[in-house]
T-cell receptor, first 111, second 115 residues
Framework: DAKTTQPNSMESNEEEPVHLPCNHS???????IHWYRQLPSQGPEYVIH???SNVNNRMASLAIAEDRKSSTLILHRATLRDAAVYYC????????????FGTGTRLQVTL | DTEVTQTPKHLVMGMTNKKSLKCEQH?????MYWYKQKAKKPPELMFV???????INESVPSRFSPECPNSSLLNLHLHALQPEDSALYLC??????????????FGQGTRLTVV
C-alpha cells in the first residue's frame, strides 16, 4: 500500500473545528482515501472515505487536494468524545482486502 | 444490527493453555479479519477470510490458528503462546472482498494476557 504521513498528535479546543492533515504523495489513481478513528479502549471505527471529490457525512468532511497527494479530515465542532487516534489509510487495488493502519494522529480535545 | 461481537472481553492464559477467541457478526458480511494491537501501536493485520476461505495470512506464527465455521463466525485458536503475544485482538468484518470503497466494522476486542 502507498504510504501516508500524519502528525503524531494535535490539540483542539472543544466546539472548535479541527483539521487533521494526511500526506500521501505516492497515491495511485485508483487508491481510495479512508479515515478511521479509535477511541480509548475501543476498536477502530470508520469515519469517511473518498476518491477524488470532497465528501461529507454526519461525522466529518473529507477534503481531497486536486492532485490527490494530500487530504484533510475536518471535524466541524470537536467535542470531548472526538478525542481519539485518527488513521488515514489508502486502499490499493492490489491489496483490496487489506486495511493497513499507519501510526495515526492522536487528537486531544480540551475544554 | 451493525455490531461485531467479540468474546471474551478479557482473557488470561498460561503458556501451555489452549484457548479460543470468538467473533460474530450478523450483517451478512462475507469478509472477516483478525488484527493484533499492542499498546500505543496501530492495529496489525493477521488474517483475512473471504467467503469462509482464508485469503490472507500475514506470516502469523502457527500458534495462532484461525477458523471460519460459517459466514457469521470467526474464531482464533490459541496454543502455546508467549508473553509477547499479550495484546488486544480485534475482529472486523466488511461487506465484500474489496475494502476499496466499503467500510470495515470492528469489534471491541479481546484483551489477552499470556502469563
Amino acid at each position: 500500500d502507498a504510504k501516508t504521513t500524519q502528525p503524531n498528535s494535535m490539540e483542539s479546543n472543544e466546539e472548535e473545528p479541527v483539521h487533521l492533515p494526511c500526506n500521501h504523495s505516492t497515491i495511485s489513481g485508483t487508491d481510495y482515501i479512508h479515515w478511521y478513528r479509535q477511541l480509548p479502549s475501543q476498536g477502530p471505527e470508520y469515519v469517511i472515505h473518498g476518491l477524488t471529490s470532497n465528501v461529507n457525512n454526519r461525522m466529518a468532511s473529507l477534503a481531497i487536494a486536486e492532485d490527490r497527494k494530500s487530504s484533510t479530515l475536518i471535524l466541524h465542532r470537536a467535542t470531548l468524545r472526538d478525542a481519539a487516534v485518527y488513521y488515514c489509510i489508502l486502499r490499493d487495488t492490489g491489496t483490496a482486502s487489506k486495511l493497513t493502519f499507519g501510526t495515526g494522529t492522536r487528537l486531544q480535545v480540551t475544554l | 444490527d451493525t455490531e461485531v461481537t467479540q468474546t471474551p472481553k478479557h482473557l488470561v492464559m498460561g503458556m501451555t493453555n489452549k484457548k479460543s477467541l470468538k467473533c460474530e457478526q450478523h450483517m451478512g458480511h462475507r469478509a472477516m479479519y483478525w488484527y493484533k494491537q499492542k499498546a500505543k501501536k496501530p492495529p496489525e493485520l493477521m488474517f483475512v477470510y473471504s467467503y469462509e476461505k482464508l485469503s490472507i495470512n500475514e506470516s502469523v506464527p502457527s500458534r495462532f490458528s484461525p477458523e471460519c465455521p460459517n459466514s457469521s463466525l470467526l474464531n482464533l485458536h490459541l496454543h502455546a503462546l508467549q508473553p509477547e503475544d499479550s495484546a488486544l485482538y480485534l475482529c472486523a468484518s466488511s461487506q465484500g472482498r474489496s475494502l476499496m470503497n466499503t467500510e470495515a466494522f470492528f469489534g471491541q476486542g479481546t484483551r489477552l494476557t499470556v502469563v
